[in-house]
């Protein structure tokens, strides 16, 4: 299973992060688990200071921007 993290204090493109990330996700069948953090101390100690960010089973894969589905697809395959 893989976890999903959306870093962001939850503004519409760390929502669209979200949900772009889950698209990806369910088109690869891929078990996942999504967790949003909107702490700033949790999202600093990750090494994260731009939002919307994604981690992907502890690894930073994307900050400041949101990837389309396809793009997110190549991260997650």
Do not use: H, W
């Not at 870093?7 to 949900?19: H, N, R, S, T, V």
């Not at 996942?32 to 981690?55: H, R």
């Amino acid at each position: 299973m893989k976890k999903l993290q959306v870093l962001g204090p939850g503004c519409p493109k760390c929502e669209q992060l979200a949900q772009n990330a889950e698209a990806a996700a369910k088109a690869l069948g891929v078990d996942y688990e999504l967790e949003k953090i909107k702490d700033l101390n949790q999202m600093m100690s990750m090494g994260v200071f731009m939002t919307p960010a994604l981690v992907v089973d502890g690894e930073v894969k994307v900050v400041g921007k949101v990837p389309s589905v396809e793009e997110l697809k190549a991260m997650l395959a």
